[in-house]
T-cell receptor, first 111, second 114 residues
Framework: GNSVTQMEGPVTLSEEAFLTINCTYT??????LFWYVQYPGEGLQLLLKATKADDKGSNKGFEATYRKETTSFHLEKGSVQVSDSAVYFCALSTGRRALTFGSGTRLQVQP | DTAVSQTPKYLVTQMGNDKSIKCEQNLGHDTMYWYKQDSKKFLKIMFS???????INETVPNRFSPKSPDKAHLNLHINSLELGDSAVYFCASSQDRRGNTEAFFGQGTRLTVV
């Protein structure tokens, strides 16, 4: 079956620090990969996605590259802001299945 | 305009009661979902409907029954509520069933069973 593994949180960083949140996956077939973000009290919003190997998704300074050889889709940002504090979810989908989510990683950015 | 809207946002009820959560999307999407988020933030699919037809029904107690009167609405009815049903329930929709399409989420309904 499909599964997604994310690094445990919380991740606490100072403003302008470099961010990496690791994500690895197991899937049958060729999955599409996603990062969703959940701000406090809100629903999930798509942050970025990649639908095939070596694709790079990017949005709002965040990036992730679909690495088939390492089955990974790590999220990175060069300089985080306090407003980036949220819970980040890695997810995948194959064929006609609904999204399978990782456990989420809470990011806390301190001024 | 809210793309995916759920009501109510908060729901506190006693064990044994029956309650419903409503969801509507105005995006013209064909597929709608219900997800459950537990206290540790873990999200799990419960149901998926495509054009009013049930296509995913994960291992969920029979007390949970989704109802889709039309493709813009997917309501969740829960009978005989239990303490373990306390969670945040998210409705979502996507354009179609293909795995590479973005899902849009509602703001969630926090259900507390006391």
């Amino acid at each position: 079956g499909n599964s997604v593994t994310q690094m445990e949180g919380p991740v606490t960083l100072s403003e302008e620090a470099f961010l990496t949140i690791n994500c690895t996956y197991t899937a049958t077939g060729y999955p599409s990969l996603f990062w969703y973000v959940q701000y406090p009290g809100e629903g999930l919003q798509l942050l970025l996605k990649a639908t095939k190997a070596d694709d790079k998704g990017s949005n709002k300074g965040f990036e992730a590259t679909y690495r088939k050889e390492t089955t990974s889709f790590h999220l990175e940002k060069g300089s985080v802001q306090v407003s980036d504090s949220a819970v980040y979810f890695c997810a995948l989908s194959t064929g006609r299945r609904a999204l399978t989510f990782g456990s989420g990683t809470r990011l806390q950015v301190q001024p | 305009d809210t793309a995916v809207s759920q009501t109510p946002k908060y729901l506190v009820t006693q064990m044994g009661n029956d309650k419903s959560i409503k969801c509507e999307q105005n995006l013209g999407h064909d597929t709608m979902y219900w997800y459950k988020q537990d206290s540790k933030k873990f999200l799990k699919i419960m149901f998926s409907y495509n054009n009013k037809e049930l296509i995913i029904n994960e291992t969920v107690p029979n007390r949970f029954s989704p109802k889709s009167p039309d493709k813009a609405h997917l309501n969740l009815h829960i009978n005989s509520l239990e303490l373990g049903d306390s969670a945040v329930y998210f409705c979502a929709s996507s354009q179609d069933r293909r795995g590479n399409t973005e899902a849009f989420f509602g703001q969630g309904t926090r259900l507390t069973v006391v």
